[in-house]
Each structure stands twice: as C-alpha cells, then as structure tokens.
C-alpha cells in the first residue's frame, strides 16, 4: 500500500515524517509532491526510498491513500485536477477544517475523508480528528484508523464539530504553549530563576499532568481537587484564575469559529455555494 501527499508543508511534512518514524510506513510506500519540489526532496534525501514526483496526476495514480496537505483556498484548483485520475477505490484525506466532506464529495467520485492531525503526533502523541464521507466503508475506516494509530488517538467525531475539536487538539498545543510562556516568563521576572530551568520544570509538568488525566484516570475537576488544600496556596491561586479568566474562553471560541465561518465562506464560493446544512454555530 502506498500513500500519498500532495503538499509538503508544515503539517504535511510533520504526518510523512511522523508515519515514518513511528514505523506504519515504510519510506518507499511515501509518495509526495509539493508545488515547491525542493521541499519534496529534502524529504527523499532524509528518507531514501520515499518517491519525490513532480505532479499530482503521479502522486494519485501511485497511491491507495492520498493526503491532501494544502491550504483552504488552494483546495479547488488541486481538487480539478485529482478529478482527471479519480477512480473509485481511491480514499482522499483532507486535513484542512474549512474544506467540508460535502464539497469533495460533489466534486469527486472517490472514497472522502477528514483527519486533522495535531502538532503532537509528530512525538506519536495527542489525538487525531476522524470524519468520513458517505463513500466510506468499515473497512476503509479501519485502515485509516489502524495508520494513523501508530502517531495517535484517533477519535471519530461529527463534522459539525470540526471546529471545537480542532481549537483543543490542533491549536490547543499552541494555547497552552501561550499560557506556559507567560508564566515563565513573569517567575523570570518576578523571581530571577534560570529561564531555562523554569520552562524545563514546566514542560516537565505538563508531561505529567496529561499522564494524570490519560494513565492515571483523574479528570479535571478531580486533578484539581487533589492538588488544591482548602485555603492553601493552590486553592488561592486557582481563585486568582477563575476570577481573571472569566469570559476568556468563551472569547476564544468566539474567534477561532468567526475566522473558521469567514474561511468556510471563501471555500464554498470556490467550489460553487454549495449549501451546506451544518449548524455553523455548533463548529
């Protein structure tokens, strides 16, 4: 079985390499192409074996699985000229939110779906969003689920949550990172410790409290609770958050799905308005 990507960019290169690494693929079942083709072939220079090609029409018709790793607004133009070499057995992968199963299904006879990985998979960690087209069957789902296992947790949702989903597991990452620098950055300040040291102190933190709330079978309000003493010093500190964060999150979401809606707009004229009966609200 060979898979393809079309697009070697940042996510694109992170699922290559990861898949590599964590041994669900081989290099030579790799077959990639990018509209920069250097950047194809740093790839078959770190990896001999993977197939670095100079077009789209090669990348499908060598491939079970096609990835399809470009921006939102590049989808139409790529997605034309899949249809010249579509066939039926062929399962295209979008990993891009704003693109909807519906617009590739009206566009292409082959099997859909979306799976919109996280920047943790890169350590074969965090959670992988699965949705599938109307095309795809038990077993197309399995063999998607089984690869993308190796890097991840794949967790099958409904597409009009795609946007909720993706702000905790693709940008979630980048949030907390935003949160772990503040931090750092004010004990530094406030305190004079080592920078290096805090921020190793706190990665090291966040490696064990995800283990907490995975391994060790402890959510969230119960984390909490078995650190916070009543009237201790976490207890006031968790106080302090409560109170300054109010509203914080809900403006958060608010962003993230108004940016998603204006990109989904742009994405449905390329592809012709196509309606959609999605509750945007709910993405």
Sequence with gaps: MNVGFIGTGSMGTILIESLIQSGALEPDQVVAT???????QRL?????????????????????IVFLCVKPLEYKKVVEEISAHDRADLILVSITSPVLIHHLEHQLTCKIAKI????TNYVWSGASICIYGSRIQTEDRLLLEQLMMSISRPIQIEEQYTRITSDISSCGPAFIAFFVQKWVDEAVLETGINRDEAARLASEML????KLLTEGGLSLEQLQQRVAVPGGITAEALRLLNEKLDGVFQQLIHVTHAKYEEDLDKV???FGNIEVNLNRRQY
């Design 34 to 40: 990018n509209r920069t083709f250097n950047k194809v």
């Design 44 to 64: 078959a220079s770190q990896y001999p074996g993977l197939h670095a090609v100079t077009s789209i029409e090669e990348t499908v018709k060598a491939s079970s």
């Design 116 to 119: 919109i990985p996280s920047i």
């Design 207 to 210: 490696i064990g409290t995800g």
């Design 268 to 270: 449905s004229t390329l």
